[in-house]
């Protein structure tokens, strides 16, 4: 009895930690601040209101609003990096509002790195090479849930009728089943460990990537204000990235921001 007792005080526990972040999380400014900050941006004073709103993501609040109106407004005083920045945090709480995702592929067109950012492919092997291009995590789990579940009932058929040979029923039938939860499995994981790499925006102006973590080691390309790289591994000062055109280098931690 005590071992349940705690067991469901240990959970209540939880739920409420749980359920006050996210209440907490999803918590708006006041219409007052609101109307403040609007004022604010009619008045063209930009950095008054980047510098409420970013006091608002201080605070904790997590709306993609705040984001996206503070992507747009250092877009327009021409910070291509930090417009991108924030605007790609809204996409990570929204990945799909349109709106959002429209703005993001607007801002790329002023990004001089044009050839190095993640350009669609619709060629079927690539469903296959680089399934998180076109599934979310979401999606992957579900087809794999009602796959099981078919699965599950087919096998369960055959061995019910098939002693009795009411129906027929077709082994090959079972192992195509068996395969494509299989593929639905591999590329389960390889979206979850794809997700897992931290996004990160270039914010320098004009910033060199080196070979290795080292100013002096050779410089393999120049990079500019608002391109997306992937974050994978740091060694004191020094991050270690990887291009979306696969070459891999180094840069200073100043000179860009993980997207978390």
């Excluded at 920045?85 to 592929?105: G, M, T």
């Amino acid at each position: 009895m005590k071992i349940k007792c705690i067991f469901f005080l240990m959970l209540s526990f939880f739920n409420h930690i749980f359920l006050t972040s996210t209440l907490f999380a999803n918590q708006v400014p006041s219409q007052n601040d609101i109307a403040k900050v609007n004022q604010l941006v009619e008045n063209r004073n930009f950095t008054e209101a980047i510098d409420i709103y970013r006091q608002w993501i201080a605070m904790g609040f997590k709306s993609k609003w705040i984001f996206y109106n503070l992507g747009s407004l250092y877009e327009k005083m021409g910070n291509v990096g930090y417009a991108m920045f924030y605007l790609k945090k809204a996409e990570k709480v929204a990945p799909d509002d349109v709106l959002i995702n429209k703005r993001i592929i607007f801002l790329q067109e002023k990004i001089k790195d044009k050839f190095m950012i993640p350009i669609e492919n619709n060629r079927f092997i690539d469903v296959f090479l680089k399934p998180w291009d076109y599934w979310r995590l979401k999606e992957a789990g579900l087809f794999l849930i009602i796959s099981f579940w078919i699965f599950s009932l087919y096998f369960l058929f055959f061995q019910v009728f098939s002693a009795t040979k009411s129906f027929t029923f077709y082994k090959p039938v079972l192992f195509i089943q068996v395969g494509f939860i299989l593929f639905l499995l591999i590329q389960g994981i390889r979206i979850i460990e794809f997700s897992n790499k931290s996004e990160a925006i270039i914010l320098g102006d004009v910033v060199e990537v080196h070979e290795g973590a080292d100013r002096l080691s050779p410089k393999i390309q120049t990079v500019h204000a608002g391109l997306p790289v992937l974050f994978e591994d740091k060694i004191g000062d020094w991050i270690k990235v990887r291009l979306y055109n696969g070459q891999v280098g180094w840069l200073k931690k100043n000179q860009l921001s993980a997207i978390i």
